[in-house]
C-alpha cells in the first residue's frame, strides 16, 4: 500500500481535560504509533476538544482556563491542536455533534466528502465539487490500475495546515493543471479521510451503561466514524464490547490500540492530578507537564478541595 493509498486519519479526542495530563498527550501518540505500524493509516492530525462549561461536571474550572492549559500542553507538538469550538457555543454538546462539526468543516475547506468506515469506496476525489453527479475516475476502459497522479488543489493543503498543524508532505502528490489536456484519461488521486475519536477504555465501556449514552449517537459515532481506544489498566476491551450490542455490530470499526506498553490510569486521570495539586504532592509533575503546572499556580486553580 503506498502512502497516498493509505486513508488519512484525524483523531478527535474529546473530554473535560480538567486539566490535560500528559496521559493525554501519550494516547495521541499512542494511536498515532498503533496505526501507523498497522500499514492501513497515514495520521495527519490530532484535535483535543474540551467540553462546554455547562456540561456540568463538579470541580470543572472554566473553559478560559481549560483551553489555555491544553494549549500549553501541546505547544511543542507539530500535528496536535486545540480547538476551542465546543467551548464557544451556546450549550454543551454531544460527542456525536462535534464530530460531525468536524466532519462538516472538512468538506467546506478541503472540497471533498470524508468517508464513513462503513463506506470507504464512495470517497470522492479531492476538489471534485460536491454539488455534481460525482464521474467515474477512468474515461479510457484500457486502464486497469489505479491512478498515480494526484490532484490537489492549493487551498487543500493550507486548509488541512490550519485545521491539523501538519500539512501531508507535498512531494508524495503530483500537482497536475486543472485545465491541461490529459487526453481521454482524467488522472486523479482518491484521497481517503477520515475522523476517528480517539478514546479510552473507560469511554468505550461507558458505552455498555444503559440510558447514558443515545442508541442514534451510538450508531453514528462507532458506525460512521468508528473509535480507536487506548487501553487503561489492562482492561478487556473485548468483553467490554461484547456487553453492547451496537458495540458488536460495529466491531470492525473499533481499532484497539495493541502495543507492549501498560497505561496505568493514573497518568491519565485528571482527578488524581487535581488531589496532588491539593495536597502540595511533589508527584504532580508525573501527571501534568510543567507549564500546565505553572499557569495552575498561578491562576490559583484546583487549590480548593471542590476543585
Known amino acids: 500500500m503506498t502512502e497516498t493509498t493509505k486513508t488519512h486519519v484525524i483523531l478527535l479526542a474529546c473530554g473535560s481535560f480538567n486539566p490535560i495530563t500528559k496521559g493525554h498527550i501519550q494516547m495521541f501518540e499512542r494511536a498515532r504509533d498503533y496505526l501507523h505500524k498497522t500499514g492501513r493509516f497515514i495520521v495527519i492530525g490530532g484535535i483535543v476538544s474540551p467540553v462546554h462549561d455547562s456540561y456540568g461536571k463538579q470541580g470543572l474550572v ?69 454539488n455534481e453527479t460525482p464521474q467515474p475516475i477512468y474515461q479510457n476502459s484500457n486502464v486497469t490500475n489505479k491512478p498515480t497522479a494526484a490532484k490537489i488543489l492549493g487551498k487543500v ?60 449517537d451510538m450508531e453514528v459515532i462507532v458506525g460512521d466514524f468508528g473509535i480507536v481506544v487506548v487501553p487503561r489498566d489492562a482492561a478487556d476491551t473485548d468483553r467490554i464490547m461484547n456487553h453492547s450490542s451496537i458495540l458488536r455490530k460495529y466491531k470492525n470499526n473499533i481499532m484497539v490500540v495493541k502495543d507492549d506498553i501498560n497505561h496505568p490510569m493514573s497518568v491519565v486521570s485528571s482527578t488524581k492530578s487535581r488531589l496532588a495539586l491539593q495536597h502540595g504532592d511533589g508527584h504532580v509533575v508525573d501527571y501534568l507537564s510543567q507549564p500546565v503546572i505553572d499557569y495552575i499556580l498561578k491562576s490559583q486553580l484546583y487549590i480548593n478541595a471542590s476543585g
Not at 501538519?166 to 482518491?190: I, S, W
Request: aromatic residues 6%; hydrophobic residues 35%; charged residues 20%.
Open 157 to 216: 493543503g493550507e486548509s488541512l495546515s490550519r485545521i491539523c498543524c501538519v500539512r501531508p508532505p507535498v512531494e508524495r502528490f503530483t500537482f497536475v493543471d486543472e485545465n491541461a489536456n490529459l487526453g481521454t484519461v482524467m488522472r486523479y488521486e482518491e484521497i481517503e479521510l477520515r475522523i476517528l475519536l480517539l478514546c479510552g477504555s473507560d469511554l468505550l465501556e461507558s458505552f455498555c451503561i444503559p440510558g447514558l449514552w443515545n442508541e442514534a
Open 62 to 130: 472554566s473553559s478560559r482556563h481549560r483551553l489555555i492549559m491544553c494549549q500549553l500542553a501541546v505547544q511543542n507538538s507539530d500535528w496536535i491542536r486545540v480547538d476551542p469550538w465546543e467551548c464557544y457555543q451556546d450549550t454543551w454538546q454531544t460527542t456525536c455533534s462535534v464530530l460531525e462539526h468536524h466532519r462538516d468543516l472538512m468538506k467546506r475547506v478541503t472540497g471533498c466528502i470524508l468517508s464513513n468506515v462503513n463506506t470507504p469506496s464512495m470517497t470522492p476525489v479531492i476538489g471534485q465539487p460536491q
